[in-house]
């Protein structure tokens, strides 16, 4: 069976429609580990609405496994801002633990954290990485 492809909603892929500059077409812009990738699709050069759209979203899933990205419709997040260098896993000094923080399945936030006293630091991370590991394979399903 043909896989149905809707026209509102595909993730990485903008519809641009600028009439005085008569422009139309998809934008993809794939992001991962710090890169963007980005291209245009015309519908002019590609024969239509429908036919670039599918042009699109090829080159979004061609580029996605040629970078290594994880091919999902669901947002995932690559580049920590923590000084942890772990998405999700950040080191609170006041309260000298490490904390864990999710998104689920049906995009509730989770959080935990794992005590430096009671684990030790390098444990604490460890345990802490893992917890975040998990809840990230249970949300994409893996």
Known sequence: MAKKVVLEKNKDVARIDQEDKRTHGWYV?????????????????????????????????????????IRTDKHL??????TTGVVGVRFNEKLNRYEVSWVNRVGKQGKTSVSVNKNGKEKAFKMACEIRNLKEAERLGV
């Open 29 to 69: 812009r794939v992001r991962f580990q710090g890169t963007t990738h980005s291209k245009f699709f015309s519908d002019g050069k590609c024969g239509g609405r429908y036919s670039s759209l599918l042009a699109a979203l090829a080159w979004r899933d061609t580029t996605e496994k040629k970078i290594g990205k």
């Open 77 to 82: 997040v690559t580049v920590s801002n923590t």
